[in-house]
């Protein structure tokens, strides 16, 4: 069986995620606008592209690297309570693996990345997974508040269907919410839910049954060191979750105004204002978080459309979208593959020196 972290499985996932990212945006070209041709879609788009304004591109890559900043600074704000030794850059480098984790496996399940660099960098399992487990529930906190907030608002240019799938959306928050919160205040229950769910499937399948016994004894451990971790931050760092509140705030605050700076590169007098784009924003992270497939590739390209479409004309659809989505995920993933193939190049070069070190010890 392959890790979870090898270069088959790295490869395969960006190969899908880059399929999904093509064919949603290829849709978004031919679906909007169909009384023009392809040849006027291309002529439009090419023009888009030769008139952008490139000093608000320099304005939105500013506001991506403040983006990797607040989310670097999230996660080791928490790291630092279980282990103290950790660098900043290493928190810098979980967040970019992070984001390309997310991005090639489906429903964003990118916890693989953070845990692996942490790991790697000498913080017990337990401690990256009560790290993670804190800086998740802070997302969907934020998330959570500021959908309410906007199906309040009900704003009247939001398509209606979008509420629909909002709703839906709630309930898979609700759901994911609520099992987080076990996790990080009471994981024995999660763990008991394992345990159980091991037993069953051990009875039904016997071959896996000694593997599932082993993970038992794993997960036991982890969840014994976990609780002591979680009992620490919620007794002794409480301010650190608010913190990491407002970091939070902090990185999709620069994502909203990363978008902002995408419509003012387009050098028309489109009406899309801040208000508008930060309601789009948190909506559209909201209903994409956990869609199946990788990164959440062609759904968060189509939800981006359906939610800029009364805010901007359609030749500029497709390239906000792609110009929007290229600093807020693309880059991420190119930034964290790098750094995880660095990773993986030195364990491996480490795990050949050790190799040949047992070699020479048995000669």
């Given at each position: ?35 023009k041709s392809i040849e006027n879609k291309t002529e439009d788009l090419i023009q888009v592209f030769l008139g952008l304004r490139f000093e608000f591109l320099l304005g939105a890559c500013v506001c991506m690297f ?298």
């Open positions: 069986m392959q890790a979870p972290m090898s270069r088959e499985n790295m490869i395969r996932g960006v190969i899908l995620f880059t399929l999904f990212t093509l064919v949603g945006l290829l849709i978004i070209f031919l679906g909007f606008d169909t009384q403040l983006d990797w900043l607040c989310g670097g600074l999230r996660f080791h704000i928490f790291i630092r309570i279980v282990a103290p030794t950790i660098k900043f850059r290493d928190s810098c480098r979980a967040i970019l693996a992070t984001t390309c984790v997310s991005a090639i496996t489906p429903f964003q399940t990118g916890g693989v990345g953070h845990l692996y660099i942490y790991a790697r960098s000498g913080a017990p399992l337990s401690g990256a997974i009560t790290a993670g487990i804190a800086a998740f529930l802070s997302t969907l906190t934020i998330l959570f508040l500021s959908a309410s907030g906007i199906l309040l608002l009900d704003p009247e240019w939001i398509p209606k269907g979008t509420t629909w799938i909002s709703l839906f959306s709630f309930l898979i928050f609700g759901l994911v919410f609520i099992t987080f919160l076990l996790l990080l205040f009471k994981p024995e229950i999660v763990s008991r839910i394992f345990y159980w769910l091991s037993d069953r499937v051990g009875k039904w399948f016997k071959p896996i049954a000694p593997y599932l016994e082993r993970a038992k004894l794993k997960v036991e451990q982890i969840t014994t060191e976990h609780r002591t971790f979680a009992r620490d931050l919620l007794q002794n760092h409480k301010w650190t979750y608010l913190f990491s509140l407002v970091l939070t705030c902090g990185f999709f605050a620069a994502r909203i105004v990363a978008a902002y700076f995408v419509i003012r590169a387009f050098n028309v007098n489109e009406h899309a204002s801040l208000w508008d784009l930060c309601i789009v924003e948190l909506l559209y992270n909201f209903v994409v978080l956990f869609m199946p497939t990788p990164g959440a590739s062609g759904f968060a390209e189509g939800t981006k459309s359906v939610l800029m479409k009364s805010l901007i004309s359609a030749k500029f659809i497709t390239p906000f979208v792609l110009l929007n989505r290229f600093f807020s995920v693309y880059c991420g993933v190119i930034a964290g593959g790098i750094v995880i193939a660095l990773q993986l190049t030195k364990d491996f070069k480490k795990s050949k020196k050790d190799i040949a070190k047992a070699a020479v010890s048995q000669t």
